[in-house]
């Protein structure tokens, strides 16, 4: 092995595998350390890709030429698009995978980048040298120098396994925690938490009586998250649904004493969106039951994910609380379920490149910024491994406003907001979420992903014929006029107000109540001239019709907000000379240092107020 690159990404998780697929498809020449190369792309927890939000997330990645997307696609066993009956703007793509298949792809996928290399260690510590990494030391003794090093520790920093009384050292079942690091960036002058998480016990689905559960299958048209040619799904796997109840609730609450979160065991946050059983039985007592969600964990295995059983109880009481709820009277586990412990760095203390403050050239992503999820990880190994690359090029940095990505949104909150839980995104979370949905993240990101060198041509070329068609869609629909005689029999179906003048089929498909369906049974000619558009081009075309008004209020309110982008304050600015900012306002400024009003606006306690102040001030 070389024992010099350009980049070292630390860790093959999610962040990892897309940092160093970032990296290495620019052109760096780059090492992918990690304790073990036969977990790369492990889903640690459910085996499942997208979901709220989390699928907006995916789609973006692969629109910039990450590879997520296609990695979720080729080890698909599911698909659904969630939230279909409300707004476009709230759909979300999620699939069910096959795990291990899922980790194969990642494999195969990292192994045809020519420029990475694979390295099967532990980093125990980060060559510094006057304030820049220089590399990492490896517990084998090794010395591998570099430019950038990219931390993607997943849960493994300090790692602490809970089961019942039970508690040993580990980053993730049956893997060793990792040591040292924390310990040495502490000493850098780094701030660190402990942050907790958990995963559902694995069960034998041949022991499971599906027929006393509801089935959930797949949508009956599959999509898929690439927008490249990746072969959508011919057959699907079901997941089913059932519920704990009283019989369940009162196990848990029988012992709570040997809940390591409850009997002080655990004294750090977990995930308030994503909680453990104990945790719903305790807040929501009013709650007689819980869905569980039995989800298969590939085409060829019997093992069987338990979603929404997260738990950290002793495995005995496990299998009681699994065996009292209905179909599973006979159920066999294969593994517990546990809580994890595991160190986190307020990702306060970042750059919005995700380059951290403290050294130059050093990034984190993923876990270790205290999110939770396998899309947030991932969309935060791309952007590190786009920055590092620029930043060792002496190129200009890449950051994404709130207004232009989902993965905008994340590292602003994370950076401007810190978090003291893990992170989940959300579609709320998401101010401008009308224009930033999953549908046109290609329209939105690709041309930025192809300018940035990720993206290939075919994408680029893809998102142009789209444009084109869409443009010609549109142009169709406006000159396509509907006499009121044909027209009005339909609005009167639908109890929408009748025309009484021709109107054109662009300006009818505006009210909710139309849709293209209906219109298209009134002409053979117009509908046959359509048809030789594919459904995704004409659904694009119809979301942008009928929401059009929302897209305009929404871009106004992102050219207001973004003029304050353009107020850039200088990196060395004195805001001690100014004695009208609130005292939190201040002590916040002079810690974050923003680059912008923007910025220093989504900064949290900084007031409106202390925003005019510095924009007085910068305007003199």
């Known amino acids: 092995m070389l024992l010099e690159y350009d980049i070292i990404v630390v860790g093959g998780g999610h962040a990892g595998c897309e940092a160093a697929t970032a990296a290495s498809k620019l052109g760096a020449k780059v090492l992918l350390i990690t304790m073990n190369l036969q977990t790369i792309g492990q889903m640690s927890c459910n085996p499942a890709m997208g979901g709220i939000a989390k699928g907006q997330l995916i789609r973006e990645i692969d629109a910039l030429g990450g590879f997520s997307g296609i990695i979720a696609d080729q080890s698909t066993i599911q698909f659904r698009m969630l939230n279909t009956s409300k707004g476009p703007a709230m759909w979300s793509p999620r699939t069910q995978n096959d795990r291990r298949l899922f980790s194969e792809c990642w494999r195969r996928a990292l192994e045809s980048l020519?420029?990475?290399?694979?390295?099967?260690?532990?980093?125990?510590?980060?060559?510094?040298?006057k304030g820049i990494v220089r590399g990492i030391q490896t517990a084998l003794g090794i010395t591998i120098k570099s430019q950038a090093v990219i931390?993607?520790?997943?849960?493994?920093?300090?790692?602490?396994?809970?089961?019942?009384?039970?508690?040993?050292?580990?980053?993730?079942?049956?893997?060793?925690?990792?040591?040292?690091?924390?310990?040495?960036?502490?000493?850098?002058?780094?701030?660190?938490?402990?942050?907790?998480?958990?995963?559902?016990?694995?069960?034998?689905?041949?022991?499971?009586?599906?027929a006393k559960m509801e089935e959930q299958p797949g949508d009956r048209l599959p999509g898929k998250f690439s927008f490249l040619h990746t072969t959508p799904l011919t057959q699907q796997k079901s997941c089913y649904i059932t519920y704990t109840n009283p019989i369940v609730h009162n196990l848990i609450k029988d012992n709570l004493a040997d809940i390591p979160i409850y009997n002080g065991q655990i004294q750090s946050t977990g995930p308030r969106y994503c909680p453990s059983i104990e945790d719903k039985v305790h807040r929501f007592a009013d709650k007689e039951r819980h869905q569980i969600f039995v989800e298969p964990e590939g085409w060829h295995t019997i093992q069987v994910y338990v979603n929404g059983l997260s738990t950290s109880l002793p495995e005995a009481i496990q299998f009681k609380m699994l065996r009292a709820i209905v179909g599973f009277e006979k159920a066999k586990m294969i593994c517990p379920g546990y809580a994890?412990?595991?160190?986190?760095?307020?990702?306060?203390?970042?750059?919005?490149?995700?380059?951290?403050?403290?050294?130059?050239?050093?990034?984190?992503?993923?876990?270790?910024?205290?999110?939770?999820?396998?899309?947030?990880?991932?969309?935060?190994?791309?952007?590190?491994?786009?920055?590092?690359?620029?930043?060792?090029?002496r190129l200009s940095p890449v950051v994404f406003k709130r207004s232009q990505a989902y993965i905008g949104v994340l590292i602003d909150d994370l950076v401007g907001k810190g978090t003291e839980e893990p992170y989940r995104m959300f579609t709320s979370r998401a101010e401008f979420r009308i224009l930033l949905r999953q549908d046109n993240a290609d329209l939105r990101l690709t041309e930025s992903g192809y300018a940035i060198g990720l993206a290939s041509h075919e994408r680029l070329q893809k998102v142009y014929k789209k444009k084109e068609e869409m443009a010609s869609v549109f142009n169709f629909l406006k000159q396509w006029k509907i006499q009121p005689s044909i027209i009005n029999p339909i609005l009167a179906t639908v109890g929408t107000s009748l025309v009484d003048e021709v109107q054109s089929a662009y300006t009818l498909l505006k009210r909710p109540e139309v849709d293209l369906n209906s219109l298209l049974l009134l002409d053979k000619q117009e509908s046959n001239v359509l048809s030789t558009y594919e459904a995704e081009i004409l659904q694009q075309v119809i979301i942008q019709i009928k929401y059009e008004s929302y897209f305009l209020k929404e871009k106004e309110l992102v050219e207001k907000i973004e003029r304050l982008e353009h107020y850039t304050i200088p990196s060395d600015f004195d805001y001690l000379a100014l004695k009208a900012l609130s005292a939190e306002a201040l002590e916040k400024l002079q810690k974050k240092r923003p680059a912008t009003l923007g910025q220093a606006?989504?900064?949290s306690g900084v007031r409106p107020a202390d925003i005019s102040i510095l924009m007085v001030y910068l305007g003199r």
């Open 151 to 210: 931390l993607t520790n997943g849960t493994f920093l300090n790692g602490v396994i809970h089961i019942g009384a039970k508690k040993m050292a580990g980053g993730r079942s049956a893997e060793r925690a990792a040591t040292g690091i924390t310990e040495q960036l502490k000493t850098l002058g780094f701030q660190t938490g402990r942050m907790k998480t958990g995963t559902s016990p694995r069960v034998d689905s041949r022991t499971l009586d599906y």
């Open 340 to 393: 994890i412990e595991y160190d986190y760095f307020p990702p306060t203390q970042l750059h919005y490149t995700l380059e951290t403050q403290l050294i130059q050239n050093l990034y984190f992503a993923g876990q270790i910024n205290g999110t939770t999820g396998y899309e947030e990880a991932a969309c935060q190994g791309l952007m590190a491994g786009i920055n590092a690359y620029r930043k060792i090029n």
């Open 114 to 129: 020519p420029n990475l290399d694979f390295w099967q260690d532990m980093m125990v510590s980060l060559l510094v040298e």
């Open 601 to 603: 606006s989504r900064i």
